[in-house]
């Protein structure tokens, strides 16, 4: 079962929630004695440093919310996301990069740049220098209160016996403004006033604003040169959402395509019901039958009744999406590397047949750019059960000719050319319960493939998970496999067991063990784990070990992750790793990385590092310096990165000690449209994957309800 929401406490009866609304009646109302916090010394020692703490936040003795607070030795560090939202700061904070900008009370601007050292917090009237003791960076930048006190001009006073925090402020902030707005009584309430602008309808149209990001590259070296070029766009299409990918070179227009359009109907009364809630067709992904996943796009039709907002197969997932050409992805669980895909060239990246963690399973995926860009995106499943309750079911057909797209018919299959038709049911028997069942056939020229599966999810006690999963073939293949899933004082294990019968009637066995989770989050940083046992036995390959540990700790922008690998077959053993280190050094950012062999010889294999630098508003500059050691090549590579508000672009000039150079220049800029005017826009931002809106914006700068600024953005 899938959760996307905090999971309620079963024995909580009607008397707890009144009881739980009755504390924060008293709140609301009870008077409040300010108490200084200066002469509370003896209740101050009796918390530890560095505990966490939730204190009632009071306004001139108006109770106004909860605040995360850590206690320091002085006094206490105060989340400044938490106080900034409850006194409507226009303050925005990023923790990752280390700074908060905005503005505060009486629209006066104040930065924080906690990313230095000191720490700066730069008011309208002066700047303030906090020492390392007084901010904490976190989940949250927390600064101490009186370094609040100097730069927001405030008066804090704490009560630790009662976990409250008090303010006083001499000037009106926007939540008292706030309060007495809506205390007012309007003259004519029932009167509405009338627009200041014409209406303007924009409803839903057969034919959307076209959005697209465009990539063009050159590169050159001492022996040949190319010029490439990938469109990349969305657009809604005869009430259909339509997704293409186009690539090709100076030589050959249209290397790769694609062209998908997807119809989807959330309705309430249709979904969980027989009726289908997606239809695809084009090119698209045939319906998968076991745990072989084909990622190969086919022109055909696929049709789904998917009944969750997440589509797993046997407790697995695979992760993909649309990325231009060139870029690099990491794919990261519970913030331990698993896997990367470097220069994707086909428009698109694909992580298959994932394994699912029992408890969360937090995904992050980072792309890494030519031109220098970093994005992330994050996904999240919180498996603890069947994702089935009783008597749903899910469905998923499709009909493809493999080998075969629309627009490029010389399109290299591993399953082979030919018509193909899949399907897979899958039945909630119980809650605890599933069962599952999927075939295909494929017509090949050859000859014909006839696959099928079938198995069953099972979840008992709410603690562990149960999957078996058995496929056969037309040739006397088949395999079985066994997966369990628990998790122990909060480290998720799983185990799987597998055996497999190939044509030849050869067999093969696997053998499983995973063990993951953290082992420390607190003050100190972040740690967390992960450790794999493999032990496989063929008739081909003989025995196989191998023994993973993986590693990864963060504080405070600082990050360190370790992978160590030892392996063994019937003729060798060898043991490697791999080391990385990341971190900021004011306004230089850093990488290294150390690749070295333990057995059979000890030896550093190659090593690696790299600077990035903003050399100005829009110019940023990279050097990347590599050591192959084994090979006895170094190189170095030297990157420019200028980005306007329309495009960017990237030169990088790499040689090696071989003699060897290449010379690339990157342009990225993306296409929209704006409706209001009927004007195509350019932007360096991508559009495709984030979509745009423009927005205008009224700004009333001394909250006394009147209009003095107005400005037309482009979010996305």
Do not use: C
Not at 293 to 309: L, W
Not at 575 to 604: A, C, H, M, N, W
């Amino acid at each position: 079962m899938l959760s996307n929401s905090v999971i309620a406490n079963p024995n909580s009866s009607v008397g707890d929630a009144l009881t739980t609304l009755r504390a924060i009646e008293l709140k609301l109302t009870k008077p409040v004695e300010v108490i200084d916090y200066k002469n509370k010394e003896n209740q101050q020692q009796r918390i530890a440093t560095g505990e966490l703490l939730i204190l009632s936040l009071y306004l001139n003795s108006y109770y106004l919310g909860e605040v995360a607070a850590i206690k320091s030795e002085q006094s206490v560090q105060v989340s400044l996301s938490d106080l900034f939202d409850i006194l409507q700061f226009a303050m925005n904070v990023d923790a990752s990069n280390r700074i908060a900008q905005g503005v505060g009370a009486n629209q006066q601007p104040l930065f924080l740049n906690a990313a230095v050292t000191p720490a700066v917090f730069t008011s309208p009237t002066q700047s303030y220098l906090l020492a390392k003791n007084q901010v904490t960076i976190e989940d949250d930048i927390y600064v101490d209160i009186q370094s609040l006190h100097n730069a927001l001009n405030l008066e804090f006073n704490i009560d630790y016996p009662d976990l409250e925090l008090l303010i006083s402020s001499e000037i009106p902030l926007p939540v008292e403004q706030q309060r007495y707005r809506q205390s007012r009584n309007l003259k004519s309430p029932n009167k509405r006033s009338p627009p200041t602008l014409p209406w303007k309808a924009s409803p839903y149209k057969a034919l959307s604003s076209p959005v697209a990001d465009l990539q063009l590259n050159f590169t050159a070296s001492d022996d040949r040169h190319s010029t490439n070029y990938s469109l990349l766009g969305t657009q809604d299409f005869a009430y259909l959402s339509a997704e293409y990918f186009l690539s090709g070179r100076s030589t050959d227009l249209l290397t790769n395509s694609r062209l998908t359009f997807t119809k989807q109907n959330l309705d309430k009364e249709i979904k969980n019901s027989f009726m289908p809630t997606e239809i695809s067709f084009g090119d698209v992904i045939a319906t998968q039958v076991g745990n072989n996943y084909s990622s190969q796009y086919a022109r055909g039709v696929k049709v789904s009744n998917n009944v969750t907002s997440r589509k797993i197969v046997n407790n697995q997932v695979n992760l993909s999406g649309a990325i231009q050409p060139g870029w690099d992805v990491e794919l990261y669980r519970n913030e331990i590397l698993i896997d990367q895909q470097l220069s994707l060239a086909d428009g698109r990246y694909i992580f298959d047949n994932i394994n699912l963690l029992f408890g969360a399973n937090n995904f992050e995926l980072i792309f890494y750019g030519p031109q220098g860009q970093v994005e992330r995106k994050s996904d999240y499943y919180f498996v603890d059960g069947n994702q089935l309750k009783q008597g749903q079911g899910n469905y998923e057909l499709s009909v493809t000719e493999q080998g075969k797209q629309l627009l490029n018919n010389n399109v290299s299959s591993s399953q082979g050319q030919g018509w193909q038709v899949a399907g897979r049911y899958e039945q909630g028997l119980t809650d605890n319960i599933s069962v599952y069942t999927a075939t295909s056939g494929q017509k090949n020229t050859d000859d014909d493939l006839l696959k099928y599966a079938f198995g069953t999810n099972i979840s008992l006690f709410d603690r562990l998970l149960l999957n078996a999963n058995v496929e056969k073939n037309n040739n006397n293949e088949q395999e079985f496999e066994f997966t369990a899933r628990t998790q122990i004082a909060e480290q998720s294990l799983l185990f799987s067991a597998t055996n497999r019968t190939d044509e030849q009637q050869q067999d093969f066995n696997s053998y499983q063990i995973n063990l993951a989770g953290g082992l420390m989050n607190n003050t100190y940083g972040r740690l967390s784990y992960q450790n794999n046992v493999l032990y496989d036995d063929s008739d081909i390959r003989g025995r196989f070990k191998q023994v993973r540990n993986q590693f990864n700790y963060s504080y405070s922008g600082f990050a360190l992750s370790n992978q160590l690998l030892w392996q063994q077959d019937d003729s060798s053993k060898s043991t490697f790793g791999t080391t990385r280190f990341q971190k900021r050094f004011g306004r230089t950012y850093t990488r290294f990385g150390i690749d070295y062999s333990i057995s059979p010889v000890s030896e550093l294999v190659s090593y690696e590092a790299e600077f990035s630098r903003n050399l100005g508003r829009d110019l940023q500059a990279e050097l990347t310096i590599t050591d192959s050691l084994r090979n006895n090549i170094q190189s170095a590579e030297l990157g420019l990165n200028w980005q306007s508000d329309k495009f960017s672009l990237t030169s990088n000039l790499n040689y090696n000690s071989n003699d060897d150079w290449r010379l690339g220049i990157y342009s990225r800029f993306s296409l929209g449209f704006d409706v209001e005017h009927n004007t195509y826009f350019v932007s360096k931002l991508s559009l495709t994957n984030t979509g745009s809106l423009m927005l205008r914006v009224f700004l009333d700068q001394n909250n006394n309800g009147i209009i003095l600024m107005m400005s037309t953005v482009l979010a996305a």
